[in-house]
């Protein structure tokens, strides 16, 4: 059987692995000599990387370019079809979550039964260019948090992924980060486009997410990830993603 490894020097565009991993499973920080499309057939997964820090839950997807370093964290049991793709300048040169349409999906469910060295001129190479043509025009998504470069900032955020609830005041994150209030106020906004109430509300709609993704109620969620009521958690995250969490998933 190939390794994942292996798999990046079969001649073809792109080459496909199934693989099932049990809760808490962690992929220590990696990278890729190819591009990688990790589609969660079932299950949630966390990935964080240098620039951000990604929730995909059930039926999406994450592009990660060559070379990006990162690491996975399975918040349940997952299934994942991951495909690695040579690279192609049509397709995306950042990180992101894919809403994967149902075209996209059995495409890739099919791509899980073709043989390594598939016929790229015959039915097989016409499928894989399909998947290629859906990647390189794909529905976005906002699951992810921006993480700053500043290793100060970093181990702030850091924090807070390991506990969204945290309620420290700015002061308190500041002397963390050995930052005056305006400097570290200055620099996380310009390193993450937000400030660290947005970026620790948004870190905690994520962590809400993937809760969600693992089946546990509403009303829990709420309180557990730092919100004083079902209701303002309901109204944030109606907010954040336009429909109510009770939605969200279907």
Do not use: K
């Amino acid at each position: 059987m190939l390794s994942s490894r292996d798999l990046e020097w079969v001649p073809r565009p792109v080459v496909a692995l199934a693989d099932e991993y049990p809760a808490r499973f962690v992929d220590p920080r990696h990278s890729h000599a190819r591009a990688q499309l990790l589609y969660a057939a079932a299950g949630v997964m966390s990935v964080v990387t240098d620039d951000a820090s990604f929730v995909i839950p059930p039926q999406r997807a994450i592009w990660m370019p060559a070379g990006v370093f990162h690491e996975v964290t399975c918040r349940s049991a997952v299934s994942v079809r991951t495909l690695y793709v040579e690279a192609d300048d049509r397709l995306p040169g950042d990180c992101r979550v894919l809403e994967v349409s149902e075209l996209l999906r059995a495409l890739i469910l099919e791509a899980m039964t073709l043989p390594r060295e598939y016929d790229h001129a015959g039915r097989d190479g016409r499928i894989v260019q399909l998947i290629l043509d859906s990647i390189a025009a794909p529905a976005g998504s906002r699951l992810c948090a921006p993480m700053p470069h500043d290793a100060r900032l970093r181990q702030v955020c850091q924090a807070l992924i390991e506990d969204p609830t945290r309620n420290d005041s700015l002061d308190d994150w500041a002397e963390r980060a050995c930052m005056s209030r305006r400097t570290f106020t200055r620099a996380f906004r310009e390193q993450t486009g937000m400030s660290l109430a947005e970026w620790r509300q948004h870190v905690r709609l994520l962590e809400a997410l993937a809760r969600l993704a693992c089946g546990q109620p509403v009303t829990t969620i709420a309180f557990d990830v730092g919100y004083e009521s079902p209701s303002a958690f309901t109204a944030a995250f109606q907010r954040a993603f336009g429909v109510p969490p009770s939605r969200y998933l279907r």
